[in-house]
């Protein structure tokens, strides 16, 4: 049986091709979210709260990574895993909601071409 | 700590002093905290080219940051001293040009999550550096403006994530019931750094990743 999802409105799909990425205070699960396309043109999200003192990750489309805007630490834009050496830290990954009926885990869902993130409660 | 001595041969007369005074939704704490981050120096502001820091403790930092200086476009390097004199106080003392300065900012928590900052900015001029005090005195407030609005996100989040219960290099707790902290922010200093910063390790500094 599929737990109950709680979903929160992120940005119009459409949006994501005009801006590289979004940031969003998501207030009801006190943090705040990064989603990007990646280069499979596939939708990531993480949290955008760097383990490191808490800066804001931003996402480098150049260079297809996410990166803090206050101490420049770097993160990998498919895992979250940090890419400075020897460290441990990586970007919160969400618990993904899973599909009971494809057996596939996601943290989205594409509703009237609008991006929800999406978390099992 | 004792405060240092610096400007004890330069005349009253010959002493520029401003005084700033500001307002900000976020604790002492994180106000000091801000202070001692170092390594965001020269990623957040633009007017920090390179920062190094050559030696720290838990009551003072010696570094060098390299500085544009605004209008003229000229770096320099800038030796800083920071000493934490006691839990409101930090004076930094620094020579430009050869003028020596020192700067004494007091942080006091005014209400929960809120603090105010007093800035006093001391210049010693001696000799042709005297020709120096109005620019100075134009330039030093602005440059103060641009660096606390270049700032001011930083403390407010910091704030933010503080009170979701966020530990240094950790993150968020993993549970959003457990990101909830409402007890008193503390400064711990040195600020942790890793050793492999590029800003250089030092053996006072305790941290170990």
């Known amino acids: ?121 | 700590m004792a405060e240092n001595f610096v400007g004890h041969n330069t005349p009253k007369k010959n002493i520029l002093e401003i005084d700033i005074r500001r307002k900000i939704a976020c604790c002492a704490a994180v106000a000091m905290w801000n202070y001692w981050d170092q390594e965001h120096l020269d990623v957040v502001h633009p007017g920090y080219t390179n920062v190094e820091i050559i030696y720290e403790n838990k009551e003072c930092m010696l570094s060098f940051r390299d500085v544009e200086i605004p209008l003229f476009g000229i770096k320099v390097t800038t030796p800083i001293m920071m000493q934490q004199i006691d839990e409101e106080t930090i004076v930094t003392t620094a020579v430009q040009f050869g003028i020596k300065s020192k700067t004494t900012v007091t942080i006091k928590d005014t209400k929960k999550d809120n603090c105010e900052l007093h800035m006093n900015y001391k210049f010693y001029l001696n000799g042709w550096q005297k020709i120096l005090k109005p620019l100075l005195k134009n330039l030093i407030p602005k440059w103060n403006e641009t660096v606390w609005v270049e700032d001011l996100p930083l403390k407010l989040r910091r704030q933010k994530v503080m009170r979701y219960n966020f530990k240094d290099f950790y993150g968020l707790p993993d549970k959003i019931e457990d990101r909830n902290y409402e007890g008193k922010i503390k400064l711990s200093l040195p600020i942790p750094r890793l050793k492999i910063s590029p800003r250089g390790g030092t053996p006072e500094n305790p941290f170990k990743y």
């Open chain 1, 1 to 121: 049986m599929e737990k109950e999802l709680n979903k929160m409105f992120i940005c119009n799909n459409e949006s994501l091709e005009k801006d590289s990425y979004k940031v969003i205070w998501v207030d009801n699960w006190k943090d705040e979210l990064i989603v990007f396309k990646n280069n499979q043109n596939k939708i990531k999200i993480f949290s955008s709260i760097c383990p490191h003192f808490g800066g804001e990750i931003i996402y480098d489309d150049k260079k297809k990574n996410l990166k803090c805007k206050w101490h420049d630490w770097k993160f990998s834009a498919e895992t979250g895993k940090c890419s400075n050496d020897k460290i441990l830290a990586n970007l919160k990954k969400y618990d993904f909601a899973t599909d009971q009926k494809n057996l596939k885990n996601y943290n989205y869902i594409i509703e009237n071409d609008d991006v929800f993130a999406v978390r099992e409660i």
